[in-house]
């Protein structure tokens, strides 16, 4: 038996990239994992993939900019699983583009999807994990918090605003609660689609693959219960 083995993990943004990397690792070590997203035929085919190898999984249609959505999925894993033990909570929105470009739309979606996400991910997981006497916020957040460069000041001013959410979440928590952060730095998934061209040339040179993440997650809630890790950065060896 494994610290994770038997663990019930549900994960926002699962239908690609670091979400479907963790929900793969974490099936694979023996969690019951319910898969969040929008596009749900992605996850009609990770559940199938995770299900065919062995594994346990169920899934729900999840825009996180939605607080129903989020009350939804963690209601699955407590309908099919009877309980929920960790939130992972990876769902993401990137522009890069200068302020000068007034992209007011990409920065509210950044707000709502980036952190508001996050806060309705806890509004409906916080209240089980009171009741349970346990649980675990797994929050993906991004380099980008500690280092900003032109372009990524809405993004970085999410994940500062997350890591600071997450820390407050962390003292808030008490004894039978744990908070993890978890920062990526340049890592390949769709993420970085919409960036300009320099920045996807650094990406395909130097960025690591989702599966690196997918590790540092699965190390977060894999340790004892009365061991919280905190924060957890991974970077490409190549990443200044």
């Known amino acids: 038996m494994t610290e994770i083995e038997g663990k019930v993990v549900a994960i926002t943004g699962a239908g690609s990239g670091i979400g479907e990397a963790t929900a793969l690792l974490l099936a694979e070590r023996g969690a019951k994992v319910v898969l969040g997203a929008r596009r749900v035929e992605r996850l009609e085919d990770l559940a199938k993939r995770i299900i065919g190898a062995g594994g346990e ?19 699955v894993a ?18 890069v583009a200068p302020l ?9 979606q950044m707000v709502d999807v980036n952190l508001k996400g996050v806060l309705h ?30 372009g990524q000041a809405v993004y970085s001013a999410t994940k500062v605003a997350v890591c600071a959410l997450c820390e407050g979440l962390r003292q808030e928590a008490g004894d039978s609660l744990r908070v993890t952060i978890v920062s990526p730095g340049m890592t390949r998934t769709e993420f970085v689609e919409g960036a300009p ?44």
Request: no cysteine; proline share 6%.
């Open 57 to 75: 999984a169920a899934f729900a249609p999840t825009d996180v900019t939605r607080r129903q959505d989020l009350v939804n999925l963690v209601d």
């Open 78 to 95: 407590r309908e099919r699983f009877g309980r929920l033990d960790v939130l992972v909570g990876n769902a993401g929105v990137a522009t």
């Open 100 to 108: 000068d470009e007034l992209r007011v739309d990409a920065w509210d």
């Open 121 to 150: 991910g806890i509004a409906a997981a916080l209240p089980v994990f009171r009741a349970q006497g346990s649980g675990q916020f797994v929050t993906i957040a991004s380099t980008s918090a500690y280092r900003t460069v032109p």
């Open 197 to 240: 061209e320099p920045m996807r040339a650094m990406v395909d040179k130097v960025a690591i693959g989702p599966d690196a993440i997918a590790r540092a997650v699965a190390f977060a809630v894999g340790q004892p219960a009365d061991v919280d890790v905190n924060e957890v950065v991974v970077r490409p060896t190549a990443q200044s």
